[in-house]
């Protein structure tokens, strides 16, 4: 039987070549990192007169917050905005300079051997959002038309679909062309769903029961808002790995208003009056000062450079 | 042929964390009240400090099946301390109790991280911190659970002795007064709170005094 495995002529595509090490690391004690449903809770609904994307803005590395105020709605075009899940929920890396310490936000305690399997995924996700973003202006260059929400679904899911599941984004998309709003889910392993309201995250399930009891077709801008906040804040208080704060996008035809941090309901609930002093404790016991190199002063009127 | 390795553990993890400092004639017991399990939340209200005599009080994160089997094989232990002496158990007999109650279960531990505070039989307040098995020392202060890590330093630069290199060995910061000692206990949770998703929704504060005991309560944040 291994026989006939092994005469079977390569698959192509991915080379798995650093699974069989893995597994010997497993056997030996070392915790393999899984990709769980990850620390987030985003959510977009289709109203009235287009689409509402919410997200929480809790980023956690196992059970420590990273970062409690992150920001996980993304700019994919003028009318077209993407919540993102796991990895893809951190938008500092994407939109700034990304750092090793934002390569666990998919809330996995990453040992070090597994770090470069990790920044090959990171890296990629993190080009990911801001390339199809590229692509996008591009093709609006291109065809000097506004992009369609289609357009970004298809780029997105070919790119995901093409790294079979190791690229590890749960989105929402939406936004409103010139055929009407749309909202889509995206898994990472490049299947999409078209839903008149959808959830993804840790605290999806949270944020869809309120959905499910709730959501009603036409519903109005103020409405819809409501209960996008309703959905987020569900997700904030009954998932450990939500919290913190809402952000909401609200994209019509023509005009989008991105409300970061529209809502705040977590406070801190106490500061102490005094405050506290943290005194140098560390004391200099001794001093000694060593010149590496010795120094040369340079006198002004030396001769003049010959020819 | 590979080991087979058990796929049910009779382990969870609750979650939460504890506090206790020890002061000249008092002693401050706390633990927040979430209970949870994986990303869930089963209870923002439940207690997991309990009052074994006057001036012995348990405060233990961890699993709380095993908390509260451990709870009450205590508190058995000692009713039959009391009729066999004819006296309350002090805190430091309590203490080694515990140890010894762990240790039995050496090899089928009781998943709890505890720590007991009180009065000892001169009126100071002591703290007694334990690992799951049973090992434990005296301390002037600790904290166990899952904001452990964030709160013990916090405490260490609070409470401790500024440097340890300094010549003559100097004591630790001048001694807390009680209202001091909440105040800090309410900042430790409200920041630990901040960064560790399995703490927080409410804070109970006991205090424990001469006069007997006090309990309080404060809100944290419920997200």
């Known amino acids: 039987m291994i026989r006939e495995a092994m005469e079977m002529p390569p698959k192509g595509g991915f080379s798995f070549d650093l699974c069989k090490r893995n597994d010997m690391l497993v056997k030996k004690g070392l915790k393999e990192p899984s990709f769980l449903k990850t620390g987030t809770t985003i959510v977009g609904l289709i109203f009235k007169d287009g689409v509402i994307l919410g997200a929480d803005t809790r980023a956690t590395e196992g059970p420590i917050v990273a970062d409690k105020n992150c920001e996980k709605i993304h700019y994919m075009a003028p009318n077209i905005y993407c919540c993102g899940a796991g990895t893809a929920a951190d938008t500092e890396a994407v939109t700034g300079t990304h750092n090793f310490c934002s390569l666990s936000r998919c809330n996995q305690h990453v040992p070090f051997y597994f770090i470069c399997l990790f920044s090959a995924n990171f890296i990629l996700q993190w080009l990911f959002l801001d390339m199809v973003s590229s692509q996008l202006k591009l093709h609006r260059y291109h065809t000097g038309r506004e992009s369609r929400v289609v357009t970004a679904l298809s780029l997105l899911k070919s790119h995901l679909f093409s790294y079979q599941g190791y690229v590890s984004a749960a989105l929402v998309l939406g936004g409103v062309d010139v055929t009407g709003p749309h909202l889509h889910t995206i898994y990472p392993h490049g299947s999409t769903d078209t839903l008149p309201f959808a959830t993804m995250g840790s605290g999806s399930l949270a944020a869809m029961a309120v959905f499910e009891s709730k959501y009603r077709e036409g519903l109005t801008r103020d409405e819809g808002v409501k209960l996008v906040s309703e959905a987020i804040c569900s997700g904030i208080f009954n998932d450990l790995g939500s919290g913190s704060n809402v952000d909401i996008c609200v994209i019509t035809q023509g005009e989008k208003e991105y409300l970061r941090n529209h809502m705040l309901p977590n406070p801190r609930t106490y500061i102490s009056e005094k405050g506290y002093s943290f005194s140098k404790k560390t004391e200099v016991l001794r001093t000694k000062i060593t010149p590496l190199r010795e120094m040369v002063e340079v006198i002004e009127g030396g001769d003049a450079m010959e020819e | ?223």
């Not at chain 2, 002090?90 to 009065?119: D, I």
């Not at chain 2, 609070?158 to 007064?177: E, F, I, N, W």
Request: aromatic letters at 10%; charged letters at 20%; hydrophobic letters at 35%.
């Open chain 2, 1 to 223: 042929m590979t080991k087979q390795q058990a796929n049910w553990s009779p382990y969870d993890n609750n979650g939460g964390t504890c506090v206790a400092i020890a002061g000249t004639d008092y002693c401050v017991i706390a633990a927040d009240t979430r209970m949870s399990s994986g990303y869930n939340i089963l209870t923002r209200d439940y207690s997991k400090i309990i009052q074994l005599v006057d001036t012995s009080v348990l405060a233990s994160s961890g699993f709380q099946a095993d908390v509260r089997a451990l709870q009450k094989v205590l508190a058995a232990k000692h009713l039959q301390y009391q009729y066999q002496h004819n006296k309350q158990m002090s805190c430091p007999a309590m203490a080694q109790l515990l140890s010894n109650t762990l240790y039995y279960k050496r090899f089928f531990p009781y998943y709890a991280f505890n720590v007991l505070g009180g009065l000892d039989r001169e009126g100071k307040g002591c703290v007694f911190t334990y690992d799951a098995v049973g090992s434990y020392e005296r301390v002037g202060y600790s904290s166990q659970g899952s904001g452990s890590t964030l709160i013990t330093p916090f405490l260490d630069n609070q409470l401790k002795s500024p440097g340890p290199l300094l010549l003559p060995a100097r004591d630790a910061v001048t001694p807390l007064s009680e209202s001091e000692a909440i105040d800090l206990v309410k900042t430790c949770f409200a920041s630990a709170t901040e960064r560790d998703i399995y703490t927080g929704d409410k804070l109970e504060i006991l205090i424990l005094n001469a006069s007997g005991t006090r309990v309080e309560y404060m809100e944290l944040r419920k997200d």
